[in-house]
């Protein structure tokens, strides 16, 4: 980083598979308003021209917000980078990756690459098919109705909610008196599917049966785990953990 800008720095945006020819003016209003993000200080930045080769986008930053650009630059580089700054720097990979493109940022003076961008050479995420499988919910019936033969529902566990739970009419009958009472545990037959951020998410829940979950506090729970034959978990120190919540925050 410069201690001092004396003069003007331009930059060179890098678009491989394109020319100036063939670069549709749309698209290049979409590379530059991106580019305009990531590096701020729109008001002392300017598109300077589109030169020939590869396309190449140059723009210059006045003296007076070079030292805060490359700093800006920097930070993109660590990840440590202003939220605004990163999700640019993300759109500019996108736009890159569906025109099947690399690119790179570089210093107009001394062709030093800043940042590069790989584009269409991202790792493809893993796709895999959904699946079905039987497994449980929990939580307070906030919803429930429907004027098909199915019945649907929702659930609220904390800040989470369940939607799109279904189940026969006989089913929600028996469940719609528990509308906004106790916690209960949902049992049934769900669908996943792998979202391209590698987290799995439930698209439909099926329901089969319920039961309500009873309320006791941790005094109540230890007892119960006392009282249970064949009990190990005494010996462990999740137990001796437990005690002492109990004996910190909640009375015998």
Request: charged share 30%; glycine share 6%; net charge negative.
């Amino acid at each position: 980083m410069r201690e001092a800008a004396v003069d003007p720095v331009e930059y060179v945006f890098r678009i491989d598979v394109f020319t100036p020819d063939t670069l549709p003016m749309a698209r290049l209003a979409d590379y530059l308003a991106a580019l305009a993000r990531m590096l701020g200080h729109q008001e002392n930045t300017h598109f300077v021209r589109l030169e020939k080769g590869s396309a190449k986008l140059v723009h210059k930053v006045e003296a007076v917000d070079v030292p805060k650009v490359e700093a800006r630059l920097q930070s993109i580089r660590m990840g440590s980078a202003p939220k605004d700054a990163l999700a640019a720097h993300k759109a500019l990979d996108e736009l890159l990756a569906n025109d099947n493109a690399v690119g790179s940022l570089t210093e107009a003076k001394t062709d030093r690459v800043i940042l590069p961008f790989i584009g269409r050479n991202r790792p493809k995420p893993l796709s895999f098919p959904p699946f079905r499988e039987d497994t449980s919910l929990e939580g307070q019936v906030v919803s429930i109705g429907g004027r098909d033969s199915t019945a649907h529902a929702t659930l609220q566990d904390g800040d989470i909610f369940h939607v799109g739970l279904s189940m026969k009419r006989e089913v929600a009958r028996d469940l719609a008196p528990l509308l906004y009472g106790p916690v209960v545990r949902l049992f049934g037959n769900g669908r996943f599917e792998r979202q391209p951020d590698g987290v799995w998410k439930m698209h439909d829940f099926r329901v089969d049966r319920f039961e309500v979950l009873k309320e006791c506090s941790i005094s109540e729970a230890l007892g119960q785990i006392r009282g249970a034959t064949q009990n190990t978990l005494m010996s462990f120190d999740v137990y001796h953990q437990i005690s002492k919540l109990r004996d910190d925050g909640e009375p015998e």
